[in-house]
């Protein structure tokens, strides 16, 4: 039996199926619904009772893609769709018709430069070399859509490296920002799952100023930490003026809901070159010692 060669397989694959169901005689029988194979039948797929098999669905297709990809790990930045890249912050300035719009144009110019830095950010992690296994490390992973999330896949791009963008159906359009690599561009239906994506292969995190959005990921991802649910990473606060002005860390302390150590979860830094050297420093020896807590700002 040796030298006769066994078939690997001996049913039909499901694409070949699947293009047999579609040359079916019209009838009435195979012209309703019914008839359809199951994983062909759009509408069957989208009912309310089947909502656990799309959820296997949205886990399953970029876990295969990533890894198909040789993806080991990512870094994942989170921030703003509303941060101008510089060359546009006059803009938004000029189009203020309001003393509110301009003071809010005012602030938004004034982080612009993170766009900068985000893209610097995804340059360096993008030059990171393959392991020992031949797996690619710190991929730029982001939400896909503009501001930060687009500096972050262009930075990828820049270097000629690729990058990884999760968007998601919204009522208004999200589209994918150029930059994503398009066959690491995903879309999800569920926030649950896309945050799973985020995480499953994060080895670091930069969060840069941002909204709702950006807080929603960051304090899942803190939360997720904090109570062992997730190994401890690098967690970098990209603006540690912003961050301490919209969130009062240490008041959460004295109020007791959080405790001391928890400060001890991420770190402030303000540039990409900064982020990149507690990177390797930390992972260089493993010692959570170097993400120690910040001191609060001197007074004024």
Same mark, same amino acid.
């Given at each position: 039996?040796?030298?006769? +060669? &066994?078939?690997?397989?001996?049913?039909?694959?499901a694409?070949?199926?699947?293009? &047999?169901?579609?040359?079916?005689?019209?009838?009435?029988? /195979?012209?309703?619904?019914?008839?359809?194979?199951?994983?062909?039948?759009?509408?069957?797929? !989208?009912?309310?009772?089947?909502?656990?098999?799309?959820?296997?669905?949205?886990?399953?297709?970029?876990?295969?893609?990533?890894?198909?990809?040789?993806?080991?790990?990512?870094?994942?930045?989170?921030?703003?769709?509303?941060?101008?890249?510089?060359?546009?912050?006059?803009a938004?300035?000029?189009?203020? /018709?309001?003393?509110?719009?301009?003071?809010?144009?005012?602030?938004?110019?004034a982080?612009?430069?993170?766009?900068?830095?985000?893209?610097?950010?995804?340059q360096?992690?993008?030059e990171?070399?393959?392991?020992?296994?031949? +797996?690619?490390?710190?991929?730029?992973?982001?939400?896909?859509?503009?501001?930060?999330?687009?500096?972050?896949?262009?930075?990828?791009?820049? &270097?000629?490296?690729?990058?990884?963008?999760?968007?998601?159906?919204l009522?208004?359009?999200? /589209?994918?920002?150029?930059?994503?690599?398009?066959?690491?561009?995903?879309?999800?239906?569920?926030?649950?799952?896309?945050?799973?994506?985020? *995480?499953?292969?994060?080895?670091?995190?930069?969060?840069?100023p941002?909204?709702?959005?950006?807080?929603?990921? !960051?304090?899942?991802?803190?939360?997720?930490?904090?109570?062992?649910?997730?190994?401890?990473?690098?967690?970098f !606060?990209?603006g540690?003026?912003f961050w301490?002005?919209?969130?009062?860390?240490?008041? !959460?302390?004295?109020?007791? &809901?959080?405790?001391?150590?928890d400060?001890?979860?991420?770190?402030?830094?303000?540039?990409?070159?900064?982020?990149?050297?507690?990177l390797? *420093?930390?992972y260089?020896?493993?010692?959570?010692?170097?993400?120690h807590?910040?001191?609060?700002?001197?007074?004024?």
């Amino acid at each position: 039996m040796a030298h006769r +060669k &066994v078939p690997k397989r001996v049913f039909a694959r499901a694409k070949e199926d699947a293009a &047999v169901a579609e040359t079916a005689t019209a009838t009435p029988q /195979t012209a309703n619904n019914s008839y359809k194979l199951a994983f062909q039948d759009i509408d069957f797929l !989208l009912r309310d009772d089947l909502r656990p098999v799309r959820f296997q669905l949205e886990l399953m297709k970029p876990e295969l893609l990533l890894d198909e990809a040789n993806i080991g790990s990512t870094f994942v930045m989170y921030g703003s769709a509303r941060i101008p890249a510089p060359d546009k912050a006059d803009a938004l300035l000029e189009a203020a /018709t309001s003393d509110r719009q301009r003071r809010v144009a005012e602030r938004l110019h004034a982080k612009s430069h993170y766009y900068d830095e985000a893209r610097k950010l995804a340059q360096i992690a993008s030059e990171c070399p393959l392991d020992a296994e031949g +797996k690619r490390q710190f991929v730029v992973c982001s939400g896909g859509g503009p501001s930060i999330m687009e500096a972050a896949n262009r930075g990828a791009h820049d &270097v000629g490296a690729e990058s990884i963008g999760l968007n998601i159906v919204l009522p208004f359009e999200q /589209t994918p920002n150029p930059y994503v690599t398009p066959h690491l561009s995903f879309q999800f239906h569920y926030f649950a799952l896309r945050k799973m994506h985020f *995480l499953l292969r994060a080895r670091a995190v930069a969060a840069f100023p941002g909204g709702f959005g950006t807080f929603d990921e !960051l304090f899942e991802l803190l939360t997720l930490v904090q109570t062992g649910k997730m190994a401890q990473l690098p967690i970098f !606060l990209f603006g540690q003026k912003f961050w301490r002005r919209v969130v009062d860390f240490e008041g !959460l302390v004295e109020e007791g &809901v959080i405790s001391e150590n928890d400060l001890n979860l991420f770190r402030f830094v303000e540039t990409a070159e900064e982020a990149w050297e507690k990177l390797n *420093l930390y992972y260089a020896t493993r010692d959570r010692v170097h993400l120690h807590r910040d001191p609060p700002p001197k007074a004024a």
